[in-house]
């Protein structure tokens, strides 16, 4: 499903003369400007070991120093976090902003 959002302030530049463009040697000042963004749910997945008793802090900052490399591993003293890999999402989701977008006659 694909989600869409045609709000006027959302995403658009305040000062349209930060929108232009050089083409040709010459300056076009642009009359619209939107946003695209694309997003989706990605699972990143580690296992830490320990000797000891860690605290969910502790934990986090075992396997996010980890390199994102599967298999990667970072070890202390008395633990150790393995990176398993990233499961990437496939319900990918996509956001439209900034100024008022023309509708495509199939939406009519």
């Known amino acids: ?12 530049f305040p ?3 930060n ?3 050089q083409n040709g040697g010459r300056i076009i000042d642009y009359k619209y400007t939107y946003t695209y963004e ?3 749910q990605d699972t990143r997945s580690y296992t830490v070991e320990s000797n000891v008793k860690l605290t969910e802090q502790e934990i ?3 396997a996010l120093s980890c390199e994102m490399v599967e298999g990667s591993t970072y070890s ?3 633990s150790k ?3 398993k890999g990233t499961e ?3 319900d990918t989701q996509t956001e439209y902003g900034g100024d008022e977008i023309k509708e495509d006659e199939e939406d009519k």
């Open 88 to 90: 990437y999402g496939d």
């Open 38 to 40: 694309e997003y989706s």
């Open 15 to 17: 000062n349209k003369i």
């Open 60 to 62: 986090q900052d075992m």
């Open 1 to 12: 499903m694909v989600h869409k959002s045609y709000s006027s302030g959302f995403g658009s």
């Open 81 to 83: 976090a393995t990176f």
């Open 19 to 21: 929108n232009k463009n």
């Open 76 to 78: 202390d003293k008395d």
